[in-house]
């Protein structure tokens, strides 16, 4: 089953640019399917394997797609819904809940409320990705998914300890948010920065990413053993790191670490979202077989969780940008970007994981209040949010005409571009005069340098331009026949390694310095 669902996980990213709808709904379609086959054995999972298996790595692989600096422009959006919408969102539901079922302690409310108040920045940003949307937006929507885990798990630590336990203190509850928060950032800070010296003494690039496939499992355990927000370590972490290997001139631990961290994603989430979707039985089963008269509560449920997002967004843009006249500051900038925004909220992998995470009993052995309605209730959001506004909201998209500045990026990559080429000719004159560099290779290396800067930005090549753009059709003849005679090496090199008495792995490594060359 496992082997069937990674499986589907891959194949999910080419249908999915097939058919437009993005993988998390493929594959949450696909596991309902499965999960309604007679034949198809039930998936369990025990509940507090969940959180601490797929959430580190998740998280790890997400956070390198941002910055700390990233962060900090957007602080006041990412704030304003990471911690004071998921709060709200938590209380209001919590109400809503409690009033449909008076006999459910407010704790167990709150728990519900925590549980589906955080949305998912695997499906946020695996649907906003290929729909276009400006960049700034797709910043904040991850930001807002990242962080959002912090609030909501731990809020539904406190809701569930005093459920287990009878007892709830409000100052005792926000002293251990913030000792929690506190631990988080001294783990996580800590940790990357001891990582950080130990990839600088591992040579092999394949050392490194095995050692960054580690680190966020020992600061996810590490945290929440000191009693520490796991997630928030994990954060600070994968934060501190991608900062750090930025400084570095290790072009192969990045092209590794990439592409490893992609696949890691890829199969992770694909295989969370697949087992939503099997994970249907099991909580029908929990809500017991009077589970259709929870239909109108969960719709009720539903309604406040997306509503409350929309009448939030709407007044802080509202706020923002004809009260304080700070359109610069927070995001969206217009109300169509706001629309966008508020119908990406669709709930995933933390609703998931936290919903079958809850104990079966408390500490005095009687059952834990509404468990079954609480999974039942959480599930329908998440189905509801991803599988009704995850396809839907590509016709949003279009309907309100969001999308990227495509002009500004590609005069921001050619601005990037002449900068780099810049400080690659200005550190080439510099070589020339330290070392004596003959005319002959300091001119090689120079036509190559002001090729590429020509391709990239022709204005700023100046004088030169006209004389290389010349040159770049012979170059672009050359560089056909360089791959094709590169070729013939490869077909060669391949042929060596079904000979016998020829290593394998000396053949592997001729062949991965061709390919590098096939790539320069």
Same mark, same amino acid.
């Given at each position: 089953?496992? &082997?069937?669902?990674?499986?589907?996980?891959?194949?999910?990213?080419?249908?999915?640019?097939?058919?437009?709808?993005?993988?998390?709904?493929?594959?949450?379609? !696909?596991?309902?399917?499965?999960?309604?086959?007679?034949?198809?054995?039930?998936?369990?999972?025990?509940?507090?394997?969940?959180?601490?298996?797929?959430?580190?790595?998740?998280? %790890?692989?997400?956070?390198?797609?941002?910055?700390?600096?990233?962060?900090?422009?957007?602080?006041?959006?990412?704030?304003?819904?990471?911690?004071?919408?998921?709060?709200?969102?938590?209380?209001?539901?919590?109400?809503?809940?409690?009033?449909?079922?008076?006999?459910?302690?407010?704790?167990?409310?709150?728990?519900?409320?925590?549980?589906?108040?955080?949305?998912?920045?695997?499906?946020?940003?695996?649907?906003?990705?290929?729909?276009?949307?400006?960049?700034?937006?797709?910043?904040?929507?991850?930001?807002?998914?990242? &962080?959002?885990?912090?609030?909501?798990?731990?809020?539904?630590?406190?809701?569930?300890?005093?459920?287990?336990?009878?007892?709830?203190?409000?100052?005792?509850?926000?002293?251990?948010?913030?000792?929690?928060?506190?631990?988080?950032? *001294?783990?996580?800070?800590?940790?990357?920065?001891?990582?950080?010296?130990?990839?600088?003494?591992?040579?092999?690039?394949?050392?490194?990413?095995?050692?960054?496939?580690?680190?966020? !499992?020992?600061? %996810?355990?590490?945290?929440?053993?000191?009693?520490?927000?796991?997630?928030?370590?994990?954060?600070?972490?994968?934060?501190?790191?991608?900062?750090?290997?930025?400084?570095?001139?290790?072009?192969? %631990?990045?092209?590794?670490?990439?592409?490893?961290?992609?696949?890691?994603?890829?199969?992770?989430?694909?295989?969370? &979202?697949?087992?939503?979707?099997?994970?249907?039985?099991?909580?029908?089963?929990?809500?017991?077989?009077?589970?259709?008269?929870?239909?109108?509560?969960?719709?009720?449920?539903?309604?406040?969780?997306?509503?409350?997002?929309?009448?939030?967004?709407?007044?802080?843009?509202?706020?923002?940008?004809?009260?304080?006249?700070?359109?610069?500051?927070?995001?969206?900038?217009?109300?169509?970007?706001?629309?966008?925004?508020?119908?990406?909220?669709?709930?995933?992998?933390?609703?998931?994981?936290?919903?079958?995470?809850?104990? !079966?009993?408390?500490?005095?052995?009687?059952?834990?209040?509404?468990?079954?309605?609480?999974?039942?209730?959480?599930?329908?959001?998440?189905? !509801?949010?991803?599988? *009704?506004?995850?396809?839907?909201?590509?016709?949003?998209?279009?309907?309100?005409?969001?999308?990227?500045?495509?002009?500004?990026?590609?005069?921001?990559?050619?601005?990037?571009?002449?900068?780099?080429?810049?400080?690659?000719?200005?550190?080439?004159?510099?070589?020339?005069?330290?070392?004596?560099?003959?005319?002959?290779? %300091?001119?090689?290396?120079?036509?190559?340098?002001?090729?590429?800067?020509?391709?990239?930005?022709?204005?700023?090549?100046?004088?030169?331009?006209?004389?290389?753009?010349?040159?770049?059709?012979?170059?672009?003849?050359?560089?056909?026949?360089?791959?094709?005679?590169?070729?013939?090496?490869?077909?060669?090199?391949?042929?060596?390694?079904?000979?016998?008495?020829?290593?394998?792995?000396?053949?592997?490594?001729?062949?991965?310095?061709?390919?590098?060359?096939?790539?320069?």
């Amino acid at each position: 089953m496992v &082997f069937i669902v990674l499986l589907a996980a891959i194949l999910a990213e080419p249908l999915s640019l097939r058919i437009g709808i993005s993988p998390p709904v493929l594959m949450t379609v !696909f596991g309902i399917v499965l999960a309604l086959i007679p034949q198809v054995p039930d998936v369990r999972i025990e509940p507090h394997l969940i959180l601490p298996l797929v959430l580190p790595p998740l998280l %790890y692989a997400a956070a390198r797609r941002t910055s700390w600096v990233a962060f900090r422009e957007d602080w006041v959006a990412i704030t304003m819904r990471a911690v004071v919408l998921v709060l709200v969102t938590a209380a209001a539901v919590a109400a809503v809940f409690h009033a449909l079922h008076p006999a459910v302690p407010v704790a167990a409310a709150v728990a519900l409320g925590a549980v589906v108040a955080p949305p998912d920045p695997i499906a946020a940003t695996a649907v906003a990705s290929r729909l276009g949307l400006p960049r700034r937006l797709v910043s904040v929507l991850e930001g807002e998914g990242l &962080f959002n885990d912090v609030t909501a798990i731990v809020l539904y630590g406190v809701a569930v300890h005093a459920v287990l336990t009878g007892a709830f203190s409000a100052w005792e509850a926000l002293g251990d948010f913030v000792v929690s928060a506190l631990v988080a950032v *001294v783990v996580g800070g800590l940790l990357g920065w001891v990582t950080g010296r130990m990839m600088d003494r591992l040579d092999e690039a394949s050392w490194k990413v095995a050692l960054s496939l580690l680190v966020p !499992f020992a600061a %996810y355990g590490i945290a929440e053993a000191w009693s520490g927000s796991a997630v928030l370590a994990v954060l600070v972490c994968a934060l501190y790191l991608t900062d750090a290997t930025t400084k570095t001139d290790d072009s192969s %631990y990045r092209l590794i670490g990439d592409s490893f961290w992609d696949i890691t994603d890829l199969l992770i989430s694909g295989f969370v &979202f697949g087992l939503i979707g099997l994970e249907l039985s099991t909580v029908l089963k929990a809500a017991g077989p009077h589970w259709p008269r929870l239909l109108g509560g969960t719709a009720v449920i539903i309604a406040v969780v997306v509503l409350l997002r929309l009448v939030w967004l709407l007044g802080i843009w509202l706020i923002m940008h004809w009260v304080a006249r700070k359109s610069s500051v927070d995001e969206p900038r217009t109300w169509r970007e706001m629309l966008v925004n508020w119908w990406a909220g669709m709930r995933g992998v933390a609703t998931v994981a936290l919903a079958l995470a809850l104990p !079966f009993t408390t500490d005095d052995g009687s059952p834990f209040p509404a468990r079954g309605e609480i999974l039942f209730t959480a599930f329908a959001v998440v189905l !509801f949010t991803l599988l *009704v506004q995850g396809p839907t909201l590509p016709l949003l998209v279009r309907m309100t005409g969001v999308s990227e500045d495509t002009a500004q990026e590609r005069a921001l990559e050619r601005q990037l571009w002449t900068r780099v080429l810049r400080a690659e000719l200005d550190r080439l004159k510099e070589i020339a005069q330290e070392q004596d560099l003959p005319e002959g290779i %300091y001119d090689r290396i120079r036509d190559d340098v002001m090729r590429r800067l020509t391709s990239a930005d022709p204005e700023a090549a100046g004088e030169d331009a006209a004389l290389i753009r010349r040159n770049m059709r012979k170059l672009g003849r050359l560089q056909a026949i360089r791959q094709d005679v590169l070729a013939a090496g490869r077909r060669e090199a391949l042929a060596a390694r079904r000979e016998p008495g020829m290593p394998p792995d000396i053949v592997d490594d001729v062949m991965r310095r061709l390919d590098l060359r096939s790539e320069q």
